[in-house]
């Protein structure tokens, strides 16, 4: 488990990777998630056994997280490509006016236990997808199932200084996330 007094280097570490990962072409962060979402398919029952084992869920509810977080991963590729890739607005002689969204900056994500996949996944990716570096904190009953999302995300192709995760308890290093 992480603890306060390692956040210091973690909190450097995801803010030093923040302008790496916003450069990479919004594409190419839609392409992870889509890798991402065919792993978490391929893997879907030991995903769910997982869930069972750490949230004491039944099997379809536990299946039916897993299909939710590939749902999320699939759902942001999509939505991202539109949102990123500018919006020219007007046609005014001799200007050029382009909307665009920007990354925001290091996100921390605190996930529940009741959905422990689904949501952290959500919350990960959107973030990830989106531009930005994320400190992935889970409810520490259920850390063995985000933990395994992560390896997935890294695998996939995200860098493991852009998403890093945190398990701690969640009084004193969830805590200290949401006061920074």
Do not use: H
């Amino acid at each position: 488990f992480v603890t306060t007094d390692n956040l210091p280097q973690i909190f450097d570490r995801g803010v030093a990777a923040a302008d790496s990962w916003a450069q990479v072409p919004v594409r190419e962060r839609a392409r992870i998630l889509r890798r991402a979402a065919d792993r978490l398919r391929q893997d879907r029952d030991a995903l769910a056994a997982l869930v069972i084992l750490e949230a004491g869920k039944t099997w379809r509810e536990a299946d039916a997280d897993v299909c939710e977080a590939i749902d999320f991963c699939e759902y942001y590729a999509n939505q991202a490509v539109g949102l990123f890739g500018g919006e020219l607005l007007g046609r005014f002689l001799g200007e050029q006016n382009l909307q665009t969204c920007r990354p925001a900056g290091l996100t921390a994500v605190i996930s529940p236990w009741n959905f422990p996949l689904a949501i952290c996944c959500g919350m990960s990716v959107a973030a990830l997808v989106a531009g930005n570096p994320v400190l992935m904190k889970p409810a520490e009953q259920t850390s063995c199932v985000a933990d395994r999302l992560s390896q997935i995300l890294w695998e996939c192709g995200v860098p493991d200084d852009v998403l890093q995760f945190v398990p701690g308890e969640g009084e004193s290093v969830g805590a200290r996330l949401v006061s920074d």
